[in-house]
């Protein structure tokens, strides 16, 4: 059998409930400390670094030094992707009060998938960039039309720098909440960056959710079709 029992010590870390909470919350694709993981995951502070060493070691989890501070974030964007799969087959959590349930609105509207934008607002982000003829569907990614390598350089995305990234281009997401699927890859990450460079959208503090600003909402609804 050759079987690798590196899968079963992996699954083993996701499985634990305060990590995939942990690794939930690093799905912003930001770095934190622990401090602040373990308020967002719920636990005491010496639980989350406990955890948080033992997915360090596993290549799960990434971390930077600042002189005596810890900063952690997801290694990369295939552990992101195991997340975001595990969560299209996850039942959804029963929500007990109106905190949690306008949290839960928001992170379904509009948030962070690592990288890229996801949710409700993803999703329809994608579709219009096909309905506009600036992307094509493959089977496991997007293709860019001529149109769309007009468009991409007059929005200021350079796509010879994007596509010399070691990394996918354009792959295939599905969206956990939506049940579809929103463009990820690094022209996913190159649209949120230029998005959030323009104060289209905003990251909120302590959690995943996008804020579409009054001003993105009036340039995506002439740009992209749009309606918020």
């Not at 964007?77 to 996850?90: D, F, G, K, P």
């Not at 960056?193 to 995506?220: C, H």
């Given at each position: 059998?050759?079987?690798?029992?590196?899968?079963?010590?992996?699954?083993?870390?996701?499985?634990?409930?305060?990590?995939?909470?942990?690794?939930?919350?690093?799905l912003?694709?930001?770095?934190?400390?622990?401090?602040?993981?373990?308020?967002?995951?719920?636990?005491?502070?010496?639980?989350?670094?406990?955890?948080?060493?033992?997915?360090?070691?596993?290549n799960?989890?990434?971390?930077?030094?600042?002189?005596?501070?810890?900063?952690?974030?997801?290694?990369?964007?295939?552990?992101?992707?195991?997340m975001?799969?595990?969560?299209?087959?996850?039942?959804?959590?029963k929500?007990?009060?109106l905190?949690?349930?306008?949290?839960?609105?928001?992170?379904?509207?509009?948030?962070?998938?690592?990288?890229?934008?996801?949710?409700?607002?993803?999703?329809?982000?994608?579709?219009?960039?096909?309905?506009?003829?600036?992307?094509?569907?493959?089977?496991?990614?997007?293709g860019?039309?001529?149109?769309?390598?007009?468009?991409?350089?007059?929005?200021?995305?350079?796509?010879?720098?994007?596509?010399n990234?070691?990394?996918?281009?354009?792959?295939?997401?599905?969206?956990?909440?939506?049940?579809?699927?929103h463009?990820?890859?690094?022209?996913?990450?190159?649209?949120?960056?230029?998005?959030?460079?323009?104060?289209?959208?905003?990251?909120?503090p302590k959690t995943?959710?996008?804020?579409?600003?009054?001003k993105g909402?009036?340039?995506?609804?002439?740009?992209?079709?749009?309606?918020?």
């Amino acid at each position: 059998m050759n079987a690798n029992p590196n899968v079963a010590m992996v699954a083993t870390l996701v499985s634990e409930a305060s990590r995939a909470a942990i690794l939930t919350a690093l799905l912003d694709g930001r770095f934190h400390p622990a401090s602040e993981l373990a308020y967002m995951a719920g636990v005491k502070p010496q639980t989350a670094s406990f955890h948080l060493k033992k997915m360090v070691d596993a290549n799960v989890v990434a971390v930077e030094k600042y002189g005596r501070h810890r900063y952690y974030g997801i290694q990369n964007q295939e552990v992101a992707q195991v997340m975001e799969s595990l969560l299209s087959i996850t039942p959804p959590i029963k929500v007990k009060s109106l905190n949690q349930n306008l949290e839960d609105k928001a992170i379904r509207s509009a948030r962070t998938c690592y990288d890229h934008l996801a949710g409700a607002f993803g999703v329809e982000l994608t579709s219009s960039l096909i309905r506009e003829g600036i992307l094509y569907e493959e089977e496991k990614c997007f293709g860019v039309t001529e149109k769309g390598k007009e468009f991409f350089a007059a929005f200021q995305i350079d796509l010879e720098e994007v596509k010399n990234k070691r990394r996918s281009f354009s792959h295939k997401c599905l969206d956990w909440s939506e049940r579809r699927h929103h463009l990820a890859g690094a022209l996913g990450n190159a649209l949120l960056e230029r998005l959030l460079e323009l104060s289209w959208i905003e990251r909120l503090p302590k959690t995943r959710a996008i804020k579409v600003t009054p001003k993105g909402k009036e340039a995506l609804k002439e740009r992209f079709s749009i309606d918020l």
